[in-house]
């Protein structure tokens, strides 16, 4: 079971920025490709990002060209700079393996909440 870390998130005006981390522990998060996940409340959790060993990313279509995955990997350290946020950016914000290990490994989260 890997369950890692995320903080960061906080409240934060629209056009606003916060830089999101990600801790974990094991070689198996080290060496894979983490994802940022986002759930809002009545919705499905959905992939916001994803970054794999190398650093090659991938973004969904909303957060393209605002938000910035990156990773350290000797610290298993995963992060996810977001600027220009919106109040639909608003959501409690995971990091995990891809494919995630199992029902287990998923984190408490992190909230971001966007509003004036």
């Known amino acids: 079971q890997v369950q890692p870390v995320e903080s960061g998130g906080g409240l934060v005006q629209p056009g606003g920025s916060l830089r999101l981390s990600c801790a974990a522990s094991?070689?198996?998060?080290?060496?894979?490709?983490v994802g940022w996940y986002r759930q809002a409340p009545g919705k499905q959790r959905e992939l916001v990002a994803t970054?794999?060993?190398?650093?090659?990313?991938t973004y969904a279509d909303s957060v393209k060209g605002r938000f910035t995955a990156s990773r350290d990997n000797a610290k298993i350290l995963v992060y996810l700079q977001m600027n220009n946020l919106k109040p639909e950016d608003t959501a409690l914000y995971y990091c995990n393996t891809i494919p995630p290990l199992g029902p287990g490994t998923w984190g408490q989260g992190t909230q971001v909440t966007v509003s004036s």
């Open positions: 970054i794999t060993n190398g650093g090659s990313t």
């Open positions: 094991g070689r198996i998060f080290s060496i894979s490709t």
